[in-house]
RNA sequence: GGCGUCGUGGCCAAGUGGUAAGGCAAGGGUCUGCAAAACCCUCAUCACGGGUUCAAAUCCCGUCGACGCCUCCA
């Protein structure tokens, strides 16, 4: 029985779905302006790691995951660049989806824009309105009513009341209560805008998600999934006018990640300690990004710096090293010892799904693939032929794919890789005349060209490092 | 100040009542011409102080500390 901490109910709760075997996950995006970082990264492998275990567990997944392509940020950056808005976001929007499939990030079921969302957040305004949950204001803003839901505040635990002291209404505004948030902006002069009964404008940042669930999911989802950062008050607003509007409880789960940290701090555009996920490819592979929010737990702060990536570099070193062949010259394993690779390969299917079961815990699954990697390494060394590893090699594959894990080795360009095939013929000649003086400096030629390599009884393999 | 999450070995980190998973690092072995990889062995009583219980890292109270949100933010 799956388990899902609920930021809702601050309790881990049975899942159970809607529709029987049906999920309808949607999930917060980016604001696109600019490269994404690694905290988005991390945000995106969690939903991604969670959606594909759904699927594991037989559930046919409904993912959505929008983009906020109309904002202060884009019209602001679009200004600097003297660029259209719009054609900034889609750049990015492009970019952005080139990064998710570069962190093996599988592409959501549907991506709904906010530009491409326009009448129905104007139906849903209208709505709110008419049901007496927001009002226009002279200005050509208009206003959810906080007042008017009993359940405001719910899902960030704040009431009404402690969050009036600090509140402030901003020049401009016109709002009957400080804590009442805009769903429609009027226009400021020379800005992008859209007709509206208001006049001309554009949707506040919370609407377009209630709206877009809508038009992608229906009244009622599944699982809201985000940054623990959009708990108050993103999501808190989204339940508001979604549920203010249906009358329906809008989803069942609130799913939340915990936030990367760097040197001991939130990685954000506004503190600008950012790596982009560009940046971090250029350095490090996909699956050493995962590894590092494999071993966590999705809704702890994420410790990013040099010492948890080289770990995870090194943890994903040797999960490859269980795919490695059997050695040709394997004479098989006993009966013995092939009985006890086929438990230890029952028992991982049975660990996995445990784990993952509970809350999604990624460590406890990893550790689990660890015990296998050791189980299919030690057979290996017993003499295990190919016939005899496949099957547990299979199952690790598998299970490692449900991690999002590629496991692939690095390639070279060709002529790199004829390079060092020549080198390695050339040391193996060496060796066999015994001069390991020639060897050794191959090997450290070798080494410097990045390639590391491993002798053994059936010959030297290698590999980019 | 309010709300919330949390504090486990040198590091990352599972475990939420019955005497501490896993990985990295470190040390010792096997293998190897030497390496590398793999495999084997060694390495913690769970921030602190009280309490409940036959039994607590795990429940309760308090203290200290960290982080997130309360303004844009994955």
């Known amino acids: 029985m799956l388990k899902i901490y609920n930021t809702l109910s601050r309790k881990t709760e049975e899942f159970q779905t809607l529709d029987p075997g049906k999920v309808r996950m949607y999930v917060c995006g980016v604001t696109v302006y600019n490269d994404a970082h690694v905290g988005h990264a991390m945000s995106a492998i969690v939903f991604d790691i969670i959606r594909r275990y759904l699927e594991y567990r037989g559930y046919e997944v409904k993912h959505v995951m929008n983009y906020t392509d109309v904002d202060d940020k884009i019209i602001n950056r679009a200004n600097q660049l003297g660029e259209d808005p719009l054609q900034l976001s889609a750049r990015y929007i492009a970019d952005y989806a080139n990064d998710l499939k570069s962190l093996n990030v599988l592409p959501a079921t549907a991506n709904p824009q906010v530009s491409k969302t326009m009448p129905l957040i104007i139906q849903f305004v209208e709505g709110l309105i008419e049901k007496g949950h927001a009002y226009p204001a002279e200005n050509g803003d208009v206003y959810f009513r906080v007042n008017s839901d009993d359940d405001y505040g719910r899902l960030s635990g704040r009431k009404l009341e402690d969050m009036q002291a600090g509140a402030r209404i901003e020049i401009g505004e016109q709002k009957e209560n400080p804590l009442d948030f805009a769903l429609w902006k009027a226009a400021k002069p020379g800005e992008i ?90 350095q490090r592979s996909s699956d050493v990004m995962r590894m590092l929010v494999l071993n966590g737990t999705y809704r702890a702060p994420l410790m990013f710096n040099d010492d948890t990536l080289d770990a995870a570099e090194r943890n994903v070193e040797r999960l490859k090293s269980t795919l490695k062949p059997a050695s040709p010259s394997a004479s098989g394993l006993n009966a013995g010892n092939a009985s006890t ?38 057979a290996r060394d017993n003499g295990a032929n190919a016939d005899q590893l496949q099957h547990a090699q299979d199952v690790f594959k598998q299970l490692a794919g449900v991690l999002g894990l590629t496991l692939e080795e690095k390639k070279g360009s060709s002529e790199q890789e004829a390079q060092v095939e020549a080198l390695i013929a050339e040391r193996t000649e060496a060796r066999q005349q015994k001069n390991w003086k020639r060897s050794d400096e191959i090997r450290d030629q070798l080494k410097e060209m990045g390639v590391t390599i491993e002798d053994s009884k059936d010959g030297t393999t290698w590999k980019w490092s």
Request: aromatic letters at 10%; hydrophobic letters at 40%; proline letters at 2%.
């Open 193 to 282: 805008s859209w007709d509206s009964p208001w006049g001309k404008g554009r949707p506040g940042w919370h609407i377009e998600c209630s709206a877009m669930n809508l038009a992608e999911l229906g009244e009622q989802i599944d699982i809201h999934g985000g940054g623990n950062d959009l708990i108050f008050p993103h999501h808190e607003n989204e339940i508001a006018q979604s549920e203010c509007y249906t009358g329906k409880e809008f989803s069942r789960y609130w799913v939340h990640n915990g936030m990367l940290q760097l040197g001991g701090e939130k990685m954000s555009k506004s503190l600008g300690n950012i790596i982009s996920i560009k940046e971090f490819l250029a």
């Open 341 to 378: 690779l086929d438990m230890a390969v029952e028992s991982a299917k049975t660990n996995f799904t445990e784990a993952m079961d509970n809350d999604f815990n990624t460590a406890g699954a990893i550790a689990v693939l660890f015990e296998l990697s050791k189980s299919v390494n030690t």
